[in-house]
């Protein structure tokens, strides 16, 4: 069962580590860590995406900025409670990697393939160019009963396919994770610079 939980959430990341290791958390003694890694685009922008290790895997005490590395793992999300609100917390749970001379760039350097079912209902929406859009919210099954929820979007002929999907609806998805920055108004005065993490999706059937 564990093997099978462990196959429907794979991510493949190849990219350059550009922040130092941050405090996230601890459980039965380990301590979990958060380390930024620049991924390169094909079209040469980049996404940078939050990748958790534990201190019992990498020397979280090192400062690894600028060197490549090459991690797998799969995609998590946990609810991060403040005052107000839940906030939905993502990054690449890391099983393992290593430190590689260069990196390629491309698709390769982000993939990842999710199992999951659809727990919300799916957005479908036109931008101002007429360009297709959708968005979904898929859970995806983990050990011990857990579930993760990660936010999809899907363009053109995919998000006409996902937008008639019903909640419930098992898909199988292959695609990348990107970054984007938002600003979060938070009252008439302030505003916050945030950063949302979702999969865009390149290829998606239904199970």
């Not at 760039?105 to 999951?116: R, T």
Request: aromatic share 10%; proline share 2%; with cysteine.
């Amino acid at each position: 069962m564990a093997d099978k939980i462990l196959e429907n959430n794979q991510v493949t990341i190849i990219g350059q580590i550009v922040s130092e290791f941050r405090y996230s958390h601890e459980v039965f003694g380990e301590g979990f860590y958060v380390v930024d890694v620049m991924v390169r685009r094909l079209s040469q922008s980049c996404d940078v995406v939050p990748l958790l290790v534990s201190e019992r895997l990498m020397d979280v005490n090192e400062d690894d900025r600028g060197k490549i590395i090459w991690a797998t793992g799969q995609f998590r999300s946990y609810n991060r409670h403040d005052e107000k609100k839940n906030h939905l917390v993502l990054s690449v749970f890391v099983q393992e990697y290593a430190f590689v001379e260069e990196d390629a760039g491309g698709a390769k350097s982000n993939q990842i393939f999710l199992d999951g079912y659809i727990c919300k209902e799916p957005v479908y929406r036109k931008t101002p160019l007429g360009r297709e859009i959708a968005d979904l919210l898929v859970a995806v099954n983990r050990s011990y009963g857990k579930s993760d929820y990660i936010p999809c979007i899907c363009w053109g002929r995919n998000a006409r396919y996902v937008a008639g999907f019903e909640v419930g609806a098992r898909l199988k998805i292959q695609g990348r994770i990107q970054s984007r920055e938002y600003v979060k108004r938070l009252s008439e005065e302030e505003v916050e610079k945030r950063t949302a993490y979702e999969v865009s999706v390149s290829k998606v059937d239904y199970v």
